[in-house]
């Protein structure tokens, strides 16, 4: 955990930094995601759905950093537990990440988000490494994407769909 915070505040004061000097762009970008469980997450659900919030700082042309958190719950589905029990459980990934995108084009992004994500909900499972590469269209007021979420975990908690965020705050 400590090497975790470290990295983060080496994140955010290189952003807030280099919001400084100038030249930069932020954006702090809100957002819903809805996906479909993938790996040992779709023995337990059906559906994910999200908030996402996330600042932004493009300091460098077409490369962009930023800090990025959340929620996904993903709904839970019958199933039998180990005592042959049926259950029906909600759970939820709460990220803490670090955000890297790269623009290839002024509309097109490619990135992800890498960090800790926290599992909530869930006997046995506090969390692990979380990853989440993306891919979607970018225009300076909203964000259109593909992505792929995952905690490596015991059971590998995991989904693929859909995103969209919101650019609230634009500055220079």
Not at 36 to 56: C, E, H, M, R, W
Not at 97 to 118: E, I, S, W
Not at 121 to 141: A, L, Q
Request: aromatic share 18%; no cysteine; glycine share 16%.
């Amino acid at each position: 955990m400590k090497k975790l915070s470290l990295l983060f505040m080496l994140i955010a004061g290189f952003t807030f930094t280099s919001a400084q000097v100038g030249e930069g762009t932020n954006w702090l970008k809100l957002g819903i995601h809805a996906g479909i469980p993938t790996s040992g997450a779709s023995d337990y659900s059906n559906f994910a759905l999200g908030v996402d919030a996330k600042y932004q700082f493009l300091g460098v042309d077409s490369f962009g950093i930023g800090l990025a958190t959340g929620y996904t719950n993903y709904f839970g589905k019958e199933y039998t537990n180990k005592v042959g029990k049926k259950e029906k459980k909600d759970f939820g990934v709460v990220p803490v990440a670090a955000l890297f995108r790269y623009y290839p084009t002024q509309n097109f992004f490619v990135g992800t988000d890498l960090g800790y994500g926290f599992i909530t909900g869930r006997d046995g499972s506090k969390g692990g490494f979380y990853y989440r590469p993306e891919v979607g269209y970018h225009s300076n007021d909203w964000n259109i994407f593909l992505y792929y979420a995952g905690v490596s975990d015991k059971t590998n908690v995991a989904n693929f769909g859909l995103g969209f965020n919101y650019n609230i705050i634009q500055g220079q």
